[in-house]
């Protein structure tokens, strides 16, 4: 009799344990991995690759931010041209204003979507400093990668 309770404990615990490996199992392959946000720069002239789309940061055609340090009437804005290349082959010219103030413009800008993300010019960097002044080469666009939901 004693052996056959034994018996019945031992299977009775292995089948709740081999249970609670399986739901673990199960829980685990229905976790979704949540992915973020992720950011980049694409400095002046350099060719930047997402996948099959390039991304060349052209030209600034205006600069009037208001310098850091200095008071003015206006916040001012930054204007540039960003390339947009496919599989190396120009696509388009893209003209872009970024400006603090004016909400419609400071809104991130979408440049392209693909099946996986959403990519947006969120700004423009160095910002300008009283008594300096920044070189083109050293003009870089923000960027924001958004995965799709």
Same mark, same amino acid.
């Given at each position: 009799? +004693?052996? %056959?309770? %034994?018996? %019945?404990?031992?299977?009775?615990?292995?089948?709740?344990?081999?249970? +609670?490996?399986?739901?673990?199992?199960?829980?685990?392959?229905?976790?979704?991995?949540?992915?973020?946000?992720?950011?980049?720069?694409? +400095?002046?002239?350099?060719?930047? *690759?997402?996948?099959?789309?390039?991304?060349?940061?052209?030209?600034?055609?205006?600069?009037?931010?208001? *310098?850091?340090?200095?008071?003015?009437?206006?916040?001012?804005?930054?204007?540039?041209? %960003?390339?947009?290349?496919?599989?190396?082959?120009?696509?388009?010219?893209?003209?872009?204003?970024?400006?603090?103030?004016?909400?419609?413009?400071? +809104? *991130?800008?979408?440049?392209?979507?693909?099946?996986?993300?959403?990519?947006?010019?969120?700004?423009?960097?160095?910002?300008?400093?009283?008594?300096?002044?920044?070189? *083109?080469?050293?003009?870089?666009?923000?960027?924001?990668?958004?995965?799709?939901?």
């Amino acid at each position: 009799m +004693k052996y %056959v309770l %034994v018996l %019945v404990l031992a299977f009775s615990f292995t089948s709740c344990c081999s249970q +609670k490996e399986t739901t673990e199992a199960a829980a685990s392959e229905n976790q979704k991995v949540i992915a973020t946000e992720s950011f980049t720069k694409i +400095k002046m002239g350099q060719l930047t *690759p997402f996948g099959n789309t390039m991304l060349k940061l052209k030209q600034v055609t205006n600069d009037s931010r208001c *310098p850091e340090g200095a008071q003015c009437i206006w916040a001012g804005e930054v204007s540039v041209i %960003v390339g947009m290349y496919d599989k190396g082959k120009f696509v388009k010219d893209i003209n872009i204003t970024f400006s603090p103030k004016d909400v419609t413009k400071n +809104k *991130p800008y979408l440049l392209f979507e693909t099946e996986d993300s959403k990519y947006f010019a969120t700004g423009m960097t160095p910002y300008p400093k009283e008594g300096s002044k920044i070189e *083109p080469k050293e003009y870089a666009m923000e960027i924001s990668i958004k995965p799709n939901a």
